[in-house]
């Protein structure tokens, strides 16, 4: 693989920008592999990535139904933030956080990653109290978050309307080394680097059964053929209910459409991400000058990649009370993903009933924040067979014994 | 925009005035009932790619709970029925048939 650097932008202006190699590979699959990782989304490829970093794995196929990173990955409002409320979620939160401060450099990849700072406004009394408390428990866990006042969120969001007529701010819980990064980047940077390590990443190639023997996982049907693997990595967000049904268990997770929108492109006018959870709804404004927009997931069960209308309608009309400029902006897009919501909004890293069989799910509305640090903690649990301290919380057996990581309570919305 | 007919009222409700509920027919486990049952009854789900029997509400309507079995691929509705069938009607599951031939209840 040949290094990107200022160089090799001046080499190839003096060649008609001939030399530039392909990403990654497109091999087709070989019979067997020491892990396969079903899934070529943000979680699915870091996945692979730290196996052959951290482990020295590298035969390893990362497979995909369609291409990759075209799943969540590819249709987010890219949110990155580490201001959760519970210690483990806390935990693998800001190690990937502070993974992708890294992340350009560790795979030679721009991944755009910009920590312009996130502010999750308080506009009920339930919500100031409930911020104040996650600063606190942030102070405990190391990640540095404050409760700022009003005209802090003036000052820092001049576009706001604090004095709002239903829910004026009260405050906000302000995570200045949050922010977003370019989500095709993430995907592209990691599949770049597995490829690089000699993994196949394999797409238009739908998983459609898995062979188990004696309660283990020897391989995996495709549409490209059977391919053989000694460990399966499931890594499928909103089909994890699917693939489950092939390796005959159940998940605690339904899946539904999320839905985000961009506005036509505007000069600079906001240079953090505000979230307003009471209200239902987060802006940020992309490089290219869009506002980029989510609002809540819809409520039931889909997997129709869309969502419905009335959720945008909720969404816009909350934003334009929050942020009364934006009233006369046209909307340019509007697309949904399928996400895996799990019952206490947190995510299953998990073994399976299946021995050597593990999944990683249920990051629901939040997971591309999550992408280098669920990446590293699969990586570990699948190399080592067990779960490491970064995933040991977020097993499947958490929802039998009752220890819920519950941050649906603690954040209104959680992207 | 999704629209069902509550069985209740008879009304066609958009989905604006409807409240999902999730799965449908889920058997009970209650106290003394064995973990995995009851974490079974709590937690998982059938989350199918396909024909999936639901609970709704027509909470801006008469209010009251009604199932509904609808395909969550193609969102086509194939019929809607009182909260009380404790398995999906025949009649409905013989639509469903007659329409996907590889569908089975499960
Ligand atoms: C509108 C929207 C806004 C969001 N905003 C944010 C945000 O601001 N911040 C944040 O942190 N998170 C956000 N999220 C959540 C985030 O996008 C996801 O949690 C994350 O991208 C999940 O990554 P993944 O790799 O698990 O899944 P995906 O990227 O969905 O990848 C799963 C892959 O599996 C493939 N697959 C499925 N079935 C098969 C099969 N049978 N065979 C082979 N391949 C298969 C799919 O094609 C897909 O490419 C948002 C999500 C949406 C939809
Ligand atoms: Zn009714």
Redesign the interface.
């Known amino acids: 693989m040949r290094r990107y650097s200022a160089f090799a932008i001046a080499r190839e202006a003096f060649r008609h920008h001939l030399g530039w190699e392909r990403a990654w590979a497109s091999p087709a699959p070989k019979s067997r592999y020491d892990v396969i990782i079903v899934g070529a989304g943000g979680h699915g490829l870091a996945t692979a990535y730290y196996l052959g970093k951290n482990h020295g794995i590298t035969n390893v196929a990362v497979i995909e139904k369609g291409w990759l990173g075209g799943g969540n990955t590819g249709r987010n409002t890219t949110i990155i933030r580490s201001n959760y409320l519970q210690d483990p979620s806390a935990a693998i939160y800001e190690k990937s956080r502070s993974l992708y401060e890294n992340l350009s450099q560790d795979f030679n990849y721009n991944v755009m990653f910009s920590p312009r700072g996130v502010i999750m406004l308080a506009q009920t009394e339930h919500e100031v109290r409930g911020y104040k408390r996650t600063a606190h428990a942030n102070a405990l866990q190391g990640v540095t978050t404050e409760f700022i006042s009003p005209d802090r969120v003036k000052d820092l969001c001049p576009i706001i309307n604090i004095d709002g007529p239903r829910y004026p701010v009260l405050g906000g819980l302000w995570q200045a080394r949050g922010g977003t990064a370019r989500h095709d980047a993430v995907a592209w940077g990691y599949a770049r680097a597995c490829s690089a390590m000699g993994m196949d990443i394999i797409q238009q190639c739908e998983v459609t059964g898995i062979t188990a023997q004696g309660g283990k996982v020897t391989g995996v049907q495709t549409t490209k053929g059977a391919i053989g693997c000694a460990k399966l990595g499931i890594v499928v967000a909103g089909?994890s209910?699917?693939l489950a049904?092939m390796a005959g268990f159940?998940?605690?997770?339904?899946?539904v459409a999320l839905q985000a929108l961009v506005s036509e492109p505007i000069k600079p006018c906001m240079d953090v991400v505000v979230m307003a959870n009471t209200v239902h709804g987060y802006m940020s404004q992309s490089d290219k000058g869009e506002m980029v927009i989510g609002g809540g997931a819809d409520?039931?069960?889909?997997?129709?990649q869309r969502g419905?209308?009335?959720h945008i309608e909720e969404t816009v009309r909350a934003l334009i009370e929050t942020f009364p400029m934006i009233s006369r902006l046209k909307m340019l897009r509007q697309w949904g993903g399928i996400v895996d919501m799990t019952?206490d909004r947190s995510p299953i890293i998990s073994p399976t009933p299946l021995g050597n069989c593990f999944i990683n799910c249920g990051w629901g509305t939040g997971g591309f924040k999550a992408i280098p640090g669920s990446g590293w903690a699969t990586a570990e649990m699948i190399a080592g067979g067990a779960p490491g301290p970064l995933a040991a919380a977020f097993g499947l057996e958490r929802?039998?014994e009752g220890r819920f990581i519950d941050e649906s309570v603690a954040a209104g919305v959680a992207h | 925009m999704l629209i069902l007919t509550c069985p209740n009222c008879g009304l066609t409700a958009e989905e604006s005035e409807l409240a999902p509920g999730g799965e449908a027919h889920l058997k009970r486990f209650g106290p003394g009932s064995e973990d995995a049952d009851f974490e079974g009854y709590l937690f998982q789900r059938a989350n199918p790619k396909g024909v999936h029997f639901e609970r709704w509400r027509h909470a801006y309507g008469c209010g009251k709970w009604f199932l509904a079995a609808r395909c969550t691929v193609t969102l086509e509705v194939f019929g809607t029925y009182p909260a009380q069938t404790t398995e999906p009607p025949t009649e409905i599951v013989n639509k469903i048939k007659a329409k996907r031939p590889d569908w089975s209840l499960s």
């Open positions: 089909h209910g699917v049904e159940r998940l605690p997770i339904e899946s409520g039931y069960n889909n997997y129709t419905s209308f009335h019952g929802f039998r």
